[in-house]
């Protein structure tokens, strides 16, 4: 087998979590004391690139980082920012669909019962026929003012 083959073969490393201090001590090894990335890498049972990605966060958070690369505070903000805006997308994506209890032609109005259970902050009806036919006699009244007009 040749090396490119071996390499195809050997098992992906499971993903861990570490702490926030073994961060911060791993990244000091490399930054202070001077030893090498991939010297530290292999005492610590880390990858490279893990290392490495710590390394250059940490130099961006001090200010010695590549121009452009974002803190460690403006990734948390903007990550913020990014799932208020999802959320808000959201909320205005609802608010624009149409209610089923919203009213339909400026014309219509929808009565409810008792049993069907009443929209926030609205009163029952204590007689609902009495109330639909009132205001069957206020459209009546207004077709015959419109005729007489």
């Known amino acids: 087998m040749s090396a490119n083959e071996e390499k195809q073969k050997k098992p992906s490393r499971p993903r861990r979590e570490c702490s926030a201090e073994f961060k911060a001590g791993a990244v000091t090894l490399v ?38 690369a974002l ?25 624009k669909m149409q209610r089923p209890s919203s009213r339909r032609r400026w014309s219509e109005v929808l009565l409810h019962r008792r ?17 639909a036919q009132w205001l069957l006699r206020l459209g009546e009244t207004a077709r015959v003012r419109a005729k007489e007009e």
């Open 31 to 68: 930054l202070v004391e001077g030893k090498s990335l991939r010297q530290v890498a292999r005492d610590l049972d880390l990858t490279e690139s893990a290392l490495r990605l710590w390394v250059e966060q940490t130099k961006t958070d001090q200010g010695e980082g590549k121009p452009g």
């Open 71 to 95: 803190t460690t505070a403006e990734r948390e903000e903007l990550a913020r920012l990014r799932k208020e805006n999802r959320e808000l997308r959201l909320e205005r994506e609802i608010l």
């Open 115 to 131: 049993e069907e259970g009443l929209p926030p902050g609205c009163l029952p009806l204590s007689s609902p026929g009495r109330l």
